[in-house]
């Protein structure tokens, strides 16, 4: 099963508009990133935040680690057309045997013009 | 453009046979890494090397194969493939052999029909 899990599963708003994306994990971990990807393309890495961090900002993006709820939000900031995409985040845990991202299961952002 | 090449792009194959995708990582990048992405299994870790050498195995099947080279490129074998064996099939770089604090970087991924 999937260490994260993002919701909404799909989210639909107007441009210009906030958009807020959730992510839940189950075991303790280094790192939490989030992934960007458009429909049928590669990931794109958008931003990494380390488990003693609580926030973040690049851009019109802004992340937060509650590593006490075992969660994550990202939001992005007077959304954009250009925004649509599926959004993902992934877990780099401890004790894991060489190195790997668990990725949840995604958030699919409609943004509407 | 993320550096990491990945070819073909697409491919159409019949079951029961036997495909190989390829993957040139970053420039200087020594980790590489395979993920399968599938309608109702999401995004799959399958299989990391590092300089040559298997570092960390996930949900691979015994099916499936990898290897990388001393030039760094990788290749995903795939054999006696299924119909639920298609799927868009990422490779990813990273410089070090931990994740941990470093980006890794994905291609475009491979899709793969098997019909």
């Known amino acids: 099963s999937q260490q994260g899990e993002e919701d909404p599963q799909a989210l639909s708003i107007q441009e210009g508009e906030n958009a807020t994306m959730n992510c839940s994990y189950k075991t303790s971990i280094n790192n939490l990133q989030w992934y960007r990807q458009n429909s049928g393309r590669g990931l794109v890495h958008l931003i990494l935040?380390?488990?003693?961090?609580r926030e973040k900002h690049s851009g019109r993006l802004r992340v937060t680690l509650d590593t006490s709820k075992k969660s994550s939000s990202l939001l992005i900031t007077a959304s954009r057309a250009a925004d649509t995409a599926s959004y993902f985040c992934a877990t780099d845990a401890w004790g894991t045997s060489g190195s790997r991202l668990t990725f949840g299961e995604g958030t699919q952002l409609t943004v509407n013009p | 453009d993320s550096g990491v090449t990945q070819t073909p792009k697409h491919l159409i194959t019949a079951t029961g046979q036997r495909v190989t995708l390829r993957c040139s990582p970053r420039s200087g990048d020594l980790s590489v890494y395979w993920y399968q992405q599938s309608l109702d299994q999401g995004l799959q870790f399958l299989i990391q090397y590092y300089n040559g050498e298997e570092r960390a195995k996930g949900n691979i099947l015994e099916r499936f194969s990898a290897q990388q080279f001393p030039d760094l490129h990788s290749e995903l074998n795939l054999s006696s493939l299924e119909l639920g064996d298609s799927a868009l099939y990422f490779c990813?770089?990273?410089?070090?052999?931990?994740?941990?604090?470093?980006?890794?970087?994905f291609g475009e991924g491979s899709w793969l029909t098997v019909v």
């Open positions: 935040i380390r488990s003693n961090e």
């Open positions: 990813a770089s990273s410089a070090r052999d931990r994740i941990s604090g470093n980006t890794i970087y």
